[in-house]
């Protein structure tokens, strides 16, 4: 198999805990056929704090600005540094584009980018979901207006892959034991996956939750298959670590999973292009 971790952070993210130096020696020891770093860029915190007018909680980081600086030049340093011995690409995780349309498009308009996964970590008026009072909320409710979002990020349409699709699920389910039923959102996540697959958009497999308690992948089965069975043919299988120890887990499991929803291919992105690489 060909393995290919294409979601991972450094220490150019506020919540990882290893540098480009250590994440890339990672993976060319377990011997990754690319690897792409991905860091955090929340859009809605893009400058300092006083540029906001919402009331920060205390786990809000801000001065995306400085971390996405820092990433794209060193990862761009490591490029070179590592030509010839790894396959490595510099990207980022784009957090809440919808929330600032314009500033979206500045940041993904820089030329240093290979990938862009496009993810919410929240919704509008809310916190973050790993941080939200579930109790103030119904989940049905919550779930609806998260895949609202989701819609408005795919009719935007600026990033490779859509990220970590049903994440809310990792808190909800997972931690929280609130069980969704997911059915009543399949004709929403229809209508994503049609924009995506006009629009020429992938979306990834991201294993993170097999070693959470959620314990399967965002998305699962059934939405790789469905997004299989519309016409998509981009797909990309990250591990969302956010340490060295956790780099290229489960990303056989994602593969195999890619395969069994009739996937022959998997991708990396060079330059914002897809490039497509046999899973076997
Ligand atoms: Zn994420
Ligand atoms: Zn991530």
């Not at 994440?23 to 770093?37: D, K, S, V």
């Not at 980022?92 to 993810?119: M, Y």
């Not at 699709?165 to 399949?186: A, N, Q």
């Amino acid at each position: 198999m060909n393995l290919m971790d294409c979601h991972s952070h450094t220490t150019n993210s506020p919540d990882a805990h290893n540098s480009v130096e250590e994440m890339c020696q990672r993976a060319m020891e377990i011997g990754l056929y690319a690897y792409t770093i991905t860091d955090h860029c929340e859009v809605n915190r893009f400058y300092g704090v006083e540029h906001y007018t919402d009331t920060p909680n205390e786990y809000d980081t801000y001065h995306f600005d400085i971390d996405f600086e820092k990433s794209m030049s060193e990862n761009t340093l490591y490029k070179e540094k590592l030509e010839g011995k790894l396959r490595f690409f510099s990207g980022i995780e784009l957090g809440q584009a919808t929330f600032d349309i314009p500033l979206a498009d500045k940041i993904v308009s820089d030329k240093r980018l290979d990938f862009v996964i496009g993810s919410m970590h929240q919704i509008p008026d809310a916190d973050d979901f790993a941080f939200i009072d579930y109790n103030k909320y119904n989940p049905a409710e919550l779930m609806e207006r998260y895949f609202d979002e989701i819609l408005k990020l795919c009719q935007w349409g600026g990033f490779d892959v859509l990220g970590h699709l049903t994440y809310t699920l990792r808190y909800m389910e997972g931690e929280k034991g609130i069980k969704v039923d997911m059915s009543r959102y399949d004709e929403k996540i229809r209508e994503c996956f049609k924009i995506l697959v006009e629009n020429g958009k992938g979306i990834e497999i991201n294993t993170s939750g097999l070693r959470q308690k959620y314990g399967k992948t965002f998305p699962t089965l059934e939405y790789i298959k469905m997004f299989k069975e519309m016409g998509g043919e981009i797909i990309t299988v990250g591990s969302d670590s956010h340490r060295v120890s956790d780099l290229g887990k489960g990303i056989k499991e994602g593969l195999q999973l890619a395969k069994e929803a009739g996937f022959k291919h998997i991708c990396c992105f060079k330059e914002r292009k897809p490039v497509f690489v046999d899973i076997e």
